[in-house]
Nanobody, 123 residues
Framework: QVQLVESGGGLVQAGGSLRLSCAASGRTISTTNMGWFRQAPGKEREFVAAISRTYKTSYAGSVKGRFTISRDNAKNTVYLQMNSLKPEDTAVYYC?????????????????WGQGTQVTVSS
């Protein structure tokens, strides 16, 4: 069984930065694709970014150039560096792990999810 625990969320002013972490336990993430998703109030969960087992990355258009996904397999952790935050980035951010080869990580292919961390950007 794999557990994913997100951290690093909080309240930040527009233009600020946050770094989210997703720590995995129960299995190494080195052979998996990892993704970040978010869900704003009243909206569907949406893809934010993904990183493959070979370190290939993919981003949603709305965050490209502002967010950076990375992984540290030695720490079994995936990160999401978020810069130039906007109020529309306010959401609960979820980490996902996929054993499958599909990339970027489709929401339907995620095998495990974290519990989410709240990010609130004030204007």
């Amino acid at each position: 069984q794999v557990q994913l625990v997100e951290s690093g969320g909080g309240l930040v002013q527009a233009g600020g930065s946050l770094r989210l972490s997703c720590a995995a336990s129960g299995r190494t993430i080195s052979t998996t694709n990892m993704g970040w998703f978010r869900q704003a109030p009243g909206k569907e969960r949406e893809f934010v970014a993904a990183i493959s087992r070979t370190y290939k990355t993919s981003y949603a258009g709305s965050v490209k150039g502002r967010f950076t996904i990375s992984r540290d397999n030695a720490k079994n952790t995936v990160y999401l560096q978020m810069n130039s935050l906007k109020p529309e980035d306010t959401a609960v951010y979820y980490c996902a792990l996929s054993y499958r080869h599909s990339f970027p990580v489709p929401e339907s292919s995620a095998d495990y999810w974290g519990q989410g961390t709240q990010v609130t950007v004030s204007s």
